[in-house]
């Protein structure tokens, strides 16, 4: 009993912390809203659909960053994706450097790209941790809220 | 005065859960989505399916036409039995472009009764005019909320508007918070239906 209690007020305070330090924003609360009984894991799909699409993006972008002639118009339009699919998930901190990422594109500023490209994949990084480590501690209470026996 | 009335009521409209948008109760509505993005398609999705729809979800407006049948270069079978109540669209979209699916909808005189939600995450007035003018129903501005699907019932109820003042209302409010509208924030740009 205590280690449920334990948990759920680990849980609880590191999902905070997240929103407070601008991991997460409300539309992560949106996504939580739409997982119920019938789609138990629904969260953690999206989740990891936007992990496998943003790592596609980021060696993209890379790439392209590469070039000896950068096309810039190809480089922003991967930035927007991935500006929308963190914006759809809530990972705040990642939507906004794309953003400025997006105008850095626009000036065709190379150094400003790359900077931001840099940051992007740091932010990124870090809030797949983040969000790897809330799964968890949900895996560790449903555990043991399982283990309880009813009655 | 207006706006304390409009805010008021559109919490009112957010608390409501459950919603449920089924036509009647033996036919749930039938929502055509596209987008090219995976994860976006994933959400509107359940979006849909938690208001009780049945979704078909496209990755681009070429398959949305082919799914409709109205795609000039490929003849495929109408699916008879699947009717479609709704279609929500992406607006940025490699190949044709959400405002172009929208035209070629409102050009078939099959589809063109069919209501066509826009989606963007860009909070553009002139895009925003531009896509009511071009006969759709709503522009939602991303990410997609539950509350924003709740304003679709009426779409597709086919039912009497919402009250003009609360249509308008709603996409003055997404209007309101583009730049151009920042520095004058009484006015609201007229209603282009």
Redesign the interface.
């Known amino acids: 009993m205590e280690g449920v209690l334990q948990l759920q007020r680990q849980l609880i305070d590191y999902t905070t912390s997240l929103y407070n330090e601008g991991f997460l924003d409300d539309?992560f609360t949106?996504?939580q809203?739409?997982q119920?009984e019938s789609?138990p894991d629904?969260v953690v799909?999206?989740v990891s659909?936007?992990f496998e699409?943003s790592e596609r993006l980021l060696n993209e972008l890379s790439k392209a960053l590469d070039q000896q002639s950068v096309d810039f118009k190809k480089v922003d339009?991967h930035v927007?994706?991935l500006?929308?699919?963190s914006?759809?998930?809530?990972a705040q901190r990642v939507q906004r450097i794309c953003i400025a990422f997006r105008n850095y594109c626009e000036e065709k500023n190379i150094e400003g790209c790359l900077k931001s490209l840099q940051q992007v994949k740091n932010e990124y990084s870090l809030v797949k941790n983040k969000l790897e480590s809330l799964f968890k501690l949900q895996q560790q209470l449903s555990a043991a809220c399982g283990s309880i026996p009813m009655e | 005065m207006a706006r304390n009335g409009v805010f008021s009521r559109r919490k009112w409209l957010e608390k409501s859960e459950g919603f449920d948008l089924s036509l009647s109760d033996s036919h749930e509505a039938h929502v055509l989505a596209v987008d090219d993005s995976l994860v976006d398609r994933k959400v509107i999705e359940r979006l849909l399916k938690i208001s009780s729809c049945k979704v078909t979800a496209v990755d681009s407006g070429r398959r949305a036409l082919q799914f409709l049948g109205l795609d000039e270069e490929k003849s495929s079978v109408t699916f008879d039995g699947l009717k479609v109540d709704l279609i929500i669209t992406d607006y940025c979209m490699p190949g044709m472009t959400g405002y172009e699916l929208l035209k070629k909808i409102k050009e078939s005189s099959t589809f063109r009764e069919i209501p066509v939600v826009i989606m963007s995450s860009e909070n553009i007035l002139a895009r925003i005019h531009r896509c009511l003018e071009e006969g759709a129903e709503d522009f939602i501005v991303k990410p997609v909320k539950l509350s924003d699907v709740k304003r679709l019932k009426d779409c597709m109820l086919g039912q009497d508007r919402m009250e003009s003042e609360d249509r308008g209302i709603n996409k003055r409010k997404s209007c309101e918070t583009s730049d151009i509208l920042s520095s004058s924030p009484s006015t609201s740009p007229p209603s282009s239906r």
């Open positions: 539309q949106q996504l809203q739409l119920d789609n629904f799909e999206v659909l936007f699409d339009a927007h994706q500006k929308g699919s914006s759809s998930i809530g």
